[in-house]
């Protein structure tokens, strides 16, 4: 089944139009009329999000309104594949078996997903249970989920040092999910495997030819001076790739929640770990900077659970093209919106570092 991942996405909906949608789907559910209390709504660069209240039940609906400047596939919900994947390789258990990859079964599991543009996700521990996904654009004109509301703080919310001790243990785990080769999406997986280190070469030079004429002169040319055939290949793994204190809710107990799998990615274990570095803790002035004790914290446990040493050469290599990708992201919504006032940060969004700040980071690396 071919799947057309550049599909452009329909006009987001009104709120209105949303949540109507949603109250059959909730009756059918969970039973009674599908009336519900709505307890907040929150925006994010591609998504919106509602928290409700319905027989006894805390639920979220997460609606994909915004791709315009969304990098991965658009036209379906990743969580649910990641959530698939996952137990398909550990039978629901928390650990997956580094033993039990086998890319022709997680494609398999790809596709029968693909046939399914509607129904229940699979209930696998460590990530939050989705009651319902659609992303067949029958009932509204975007994807969308209705998942049980995580309860929790944002990581970033709690710098100590026994959460980010945990959110290192955490990623380990995740990271124990292995696949046998690189793929340039998940509809690839099983398929279309990308040999190294064209997997990594490929993604580097396209990011840097979308900015080079927005970098200065000296700069870009460094950069494409880099030479990535020497880099030593990792072991491909499900990788998160947002793995940062806003996507980690912790619980009341010290456990740790991975939310928002939008970009999940099939890639090596290092690109996890840059956005962690550079985004480590909201500092005093209310933005987002690097804490070298709870960064090595969350590293020091994440390695510990880990049984393949990091490897510096390609850690500085993901981190070439982390900052790149943000560089662009930043410079192409300011260019959009226009550059961000200088001021005290007023939403969640105002504590990511401006373009400027990737580009100094790549001058410096």
């Given at each position: 089944?071919?799947?057309?991942?550049?599909t452009e996405m329909?006009?987001?909906?009104?709120?209105?139009?949303?949540?109507?949608?949603?109250?059959?789907?909730?009756?059918?559910?969970?039973?009674?009329?599908g009336r519900f209390?709505?307890?907040?709504?929150?925006?994010?660069?591609?998504?919106?999000?509602?928290?409700?209240?319905?027989?006894?039940?805390?639920?979220?609906?997460?609606?994909?309104?915004?791709?315009?400047?969304?990098?991965?596939?658009?036209?379906?919900?990743?969580?649910v594949f990641a959530?698939?994947?996952?137990?398909?390789?550990?039978?629901?258990?928390?650990?997956?078996?580094?033993?039990?990859?086998?890319?022709?079964?997680?494609?398999?599991?790809?596709?029968?997903?693909?046939?399914?543009?509607?129904?229940?996700?699979?209930?696998?521990?460590?990530?939050?249970?989705?009651?319902?996904?659609?992303?067949?654009?029958?009932?509204?004109?975007?994807?969308?989920?209705?998942?049980?509301?995580?309860?929790?703080?944002?990581?970033?919310?709690?710098?100590?040092?026994?959460?980010?001790?945990?959110?290192?243990?955490?990623?380990?785990?995740?990271?124990?999910?292995?696949?046998?080769?690189?793929?340039?999406?998940?509809?690839?997986?099983?398929?279309?495997?990308?040999?190294?280190?064209?997997?990594?070469?490929?993604?580097?030079?396209?990011?840097?030819?979308?900015?080079?004429?927005?970098?200065?002169?000296?700069?870009?040319?460094?950069?494409?001076?880099?030479?990535?055939?020497?880099?030593?290949?990792?072991?491909?793994?499900?990788?998160?790739?947002?793995?940062?204190?806003?996507?980690?809710?912790?619980?009341?107990?010290?456990?740790?929640?991975?939310?928002?799998?939008?970009?999940?990615?099939?890639?090596?274990?290092?690109?996890?770990?840059?956005?962690?570095?550079?985004?480590?803790?909201?500092?005093?002035?209310?933005?987002?900077?690097?804490?070298?004790?709870?960064?090595?914290?969350?590293?020091?446990?994440?390695?510990?659970?880990?049984?393949?040493?990091?490897?510096?050469?390609?850690?500085?290599?993901?981190?070439?093209?982390?900052?790149?990708?943000?560089?662009?992201?930043?410079?192409?919504?300011?260019?959009?919106?226009?550059?961000?006032?200088?001021?005290?940060?007023?939403?969640?969004?105002?504590?990511?570092?401006?373009?400027?700040?990737?580009?100094?980071?790549?001058?410096?690396?």
């Amino acid at each position: 089944m071919r799947f057309r991942q550049e599909t452009e996405m329909p006009t987001a909906p009104s709120d209105a139009m949303l949540l109507s949608a949603v109250r059959p789907v909730l009756a059918n559910r969970f039973g009674g009329d599908g009336r519900f209390d709505l307890c907040g709504t929150r925006s994010g660069n591609f998504n919106r999000i509602y928290c409700l209240q319905y027989r006894g039940r805390r639920l979220g609906v997460r609606a994909m309104v915004g791709a315009s400047h969304f990098r991965y596939e658009k036209t379906i919900i990743k969580e649910v594949f990641a959530a698939a994947l996952l137990s398909d390789a550990d039978g629901a258990g928390s650990h997956p078996v580094p033993a039990a990859s086998d890319d022709g079964r997680f494609a398999r599991t790809v596709e029968g997903l693909l046939a399914r543009p509607r129904g229940e996700g699979a209930d696998r521990s460590g990530l939050r249970k989705i009651h319902h996904y659609d992303w067949s654009l029958t009932d509204l004109p975007v994807p969308y989920f209705i998942f049980d509301w995580t309860e929790g703080v944002c990581l970033w919310e709690t710098p100590d040092q026994s959460a980010y001790r945990a959110a290192g243990r955490c990623l380990a785990g995740l990271h124990r999910f292995r696949f046998q080769g690189f793929y340039p999406d998940i509809f690839a997986i099983g398929r279309r495997q990308r040999p190294w280190p064209r997997h990594l070469d490929d993604a580097y030079r396209a990011v840097l030819a979308q900015v080079a004429g927005d970098l200065p002169t000296d700069v870009a040319a460094r950069l494409e001076r880099v030479d990535l055939s020497r880099v030593p290949p990792g072991r491909p793994c499900l990788v998160h790739n947002d793995f940062s204190g806003a996507n980690l809710l912790v619980d009341s107990d010290g456990g740790v929640q991975v939310i928002d799998w939008d970009n999940w990615v099939v890639d090596c274990p290092e690109l996890d770990l840059v956005k962690m570095k550079y985004w480590t803790v909201v500092g005093s002035d209310r933005r987002l900077t690097h804490d070298a004790r709870l960064f090595e914290t969350f590293l020091d446990a994440y390695q510990a659970e880990t049984d393949e040493p990091l490897d510096r050469e390609r850690l500085v290599a993901y981190e070439r093209l982390w900052l790149l990708r943000c560089f662009a992201f930043e410079t192409a919504r300011e260019r959009q919106d226009g550059p961000r006032a200088s001021r005290q940060p007023e939403s969640w969004q105002d504590v990511y570092p401006k373009a400027r700040f990737y580009r100094d980071s790549l001058r410096d690396l």
